[in-house]
Each structure stands twice: as structure tokens, then as C-alpha cells.
């Protein structure tokens, strides 16, 4: 594990709090739109976009809610 300055630390953990994502989501999805504005990775180097109207269960509250193909 990577340890930053206090200052940092607090604003990464507030963003995490905020997007609903752990630590280390936030660290890769900072990083990844850094090296992407910075054009060290191309656009389609990025996870597809969600489909509309289907939610993802790794990033919902009751994730046992979904079977399958991500449906209630």
C-alpha cells in the first residue's frame, strides 16, 4: 500500500466516501484520467461504458439483489 501525505490521504479518503468506492478504485480511476487527459492512454484503453437503465452490482448498495445477467 502506497502512504501519501496527510493532506492527500484526507482528500482521497473523502473522494472514495463520496464516490462510494474503495481506496484503491480511487487511486486506479484518478490515475487512469491522468494518463488519459496526458495521452499516455487512448481512449478505448477504458472499460466499456455501463448500459443504460442496467445498473452494476458491484457498485450498488444490495448486490445480492442481482442473479445473473445483473436484473432484479
Known sequence: MTN???D???ALTT???QQNIS???AIQRI???WMRTHGFLDNMDEAAP???GKPD???VQYPGYFKGDGSL
Open 23 to 25: 481506496r484503491d478504485e
Open 50 to 52: 455501463p448500459v443504460p
Open 4 to 6: 501519501f501525505p496527510d
Open 31 to 33: 490515475v487512469r484520467e
Open 15 to 17: 473522494h472514495a466516501r
Open 8 to 10: 492527500l490521504e484526507a
Open 57 to 59: 452490482p458491484e457498485f
